[in-house]
Nanobody, 127 residues
């Protein structure tokens, strides 16, 4: 079974930075794409960033482009989300996710559904 475990959430003032980490213990064929989604109370889930592990292709929501960076660790079962210039609107629970894929476009978090989910880590940005 795929197990995704996030860490790195917390509380920061606006303009600050956080780095989220996700470790995936599942078999590699299930996680060609890894991504981050977020959900604030009373809002719909939003795809934030995705990465295709085979070639490093990345996808971002317009709301985070230029501020957030998704990357993979030295081993392919770890991904990071570096979040800079955080805004109060970034406050949400962030979930790591994974899915199978045969090419990079399956990793587009604004267009594709993901299949495996972590429990989430909370990010709070104060004004």
């Amino acid at each position: 079974a795929v197990q995704l475990v996030e860490s790195g959430g917390g509380s920061v003032p606006a303009g600050g930075s956080l780095r989220l980490s996700c470790t995936d213990s599942g078999p590699i064929y299930t996680r060609k794409c890894m991504g981050w989604f977020r959900q604030a109370p009373g809002t719909a889930r939003e795809g934030v960033a995705g990465i295709y592990l085979d070639d490093g292709a990345t996808y971002y929501a317009d709301s985070v482009k230029g501020r957030f960076t998704i990357s993979q660790g030295n081993v392919k079962n770890t991904v990071y989300l570096q979040m800079n210039v955080l805004k109060p609107d970034d406050t949400a629970t962030y979930h790591c996710s994974a899915r199978a894929a045969t090419s990079a476009h399956f990793c587009d978090v604004s267009q594709r559904e993901y299949d495996y989910w972590g429990q989430g880590t909370k990010v709070t940005v104060s004004a």
